[in-house]
């Protein structure tokens, strides 16, 4: 008789040696993600009659932008991690034990890239678009290096998806529970299957003009508010709800409104931004 797991295990490391260097796991999901969201984008951006030279420059700065961005938006709504009796405020900038808030990288790093764009020239709708389902890629494989750090999960479940956390990593008042939601890979479930999402919906619909990339954040928004709920790592709330909560929901509704406006402004535009034949 076959015997199914009664949970996930955790990785009994997070980082190997070689020879002086410190390699984090955490590091390489974020870079694993990096690579395979550029390729993807690249290639979109480029069937879309986009200069590659371009693309590489702008993308480039955004990505290095979008890290600062999002570790900023980690340590400063995070912040009592970091600052105050008995903290390390160097470990603020100690990015490999993880901590980066998804809103603070696509703020940054869309600025970024916008301002470039206008620096050269380039349509920034269909920058937008063309990266929208490589961001969300991105974001789904760097998810991976929660797994590593055994941090991000959920509340204590029975499950047999239940993530084993070793004692060391479970918040005050859950020590006694041994297995919990993982919702990372919730989340990387999600945005892999995002990604299909977007690609359909851009096909079906002959979406452009930017509604790509609007479509994308409504979509992320909704999966992170749901997943957002299940957490119980410490962090700052108002009113019961965690900030991120907060966050998700004012980023879906203005992304919706984004995303209505656009359709209404280009109802009868011819969809440039798509492949070209």
């Not at 590091?27 to 993807?40: D, E, P, Q, R």
């Amino acid at each position: 008789m076959l015997l199914l797991p009664q949970s996930i295990p955790s990785p009994g490391w997070s980082a190997f040696h070689l020879g002086p260097l410190t390699i984090h796991a955490y590091a390489l999901c974020i870079l694993a993600g990096i690579v395979a969201g550029w390729s993807l984008a690249v290639r979109r951006f480029t069937a879309r009659g986009g200069d590659r030279d371009h693309f590489e420059e702008i993308i480039g700065a955004s990505v290095l932008a979008g890290i600062v961005g999002a570790r900023l938006y980690h340590v400063i709504t995070d912040h009592q991690l970091y600052f105050g009796a008995g903290r390390r405020p160097m470990e603020a900038l100690y990015i490999w034990n993880g901590g980066l808030g998804i809103w603070g990288g696509v703020a940054l790093g869309g600025i970024t890239a916008w301002l470039l764009c206008r620096r050269k020239g380039v349509d920034f709708s269909v920058l937008a678009d063309a990266g929208a389902p490589g961001l969300i890629l991105a974001q789904a494989i760097g998810r991976l290096g929660n797994w590593f750090n055994q941090e991000l999960f959920g509340r204590p479940t029975t499950r047999p998806w239940g993530l084993e956390i070793d004692a060391v990593h479970r918040p005050d008042g859950f020590e006694q529970f041994a297995t919990f939601h993982p919702t990372f890979a919730y989340e990387m479930l999600w945005n892999l299957a995002g990604v299909a999402f977007l690609l359909w919906a851009e096909r079906r619909f002959r979406l452009a003009h930017g509604r790509v990339f609007a479509l994308y954040v409504a979509y992320y928004c909704a999966g992170r508010l749901w997943i957002e709920h299940l957490r119980i790592d410490p962090v700052n709330t108002a009113a019961g709800f965690r900030l991120n909560e907060y966050t998700s929901v004012i980023v879906l509704l203005c992304a919706v409104i984004v995303f209505m406006l656009l359709s209404r402004r280009h109802e009868n535009d011819e969809a440039s931004g798509l492949p070209q034949a």
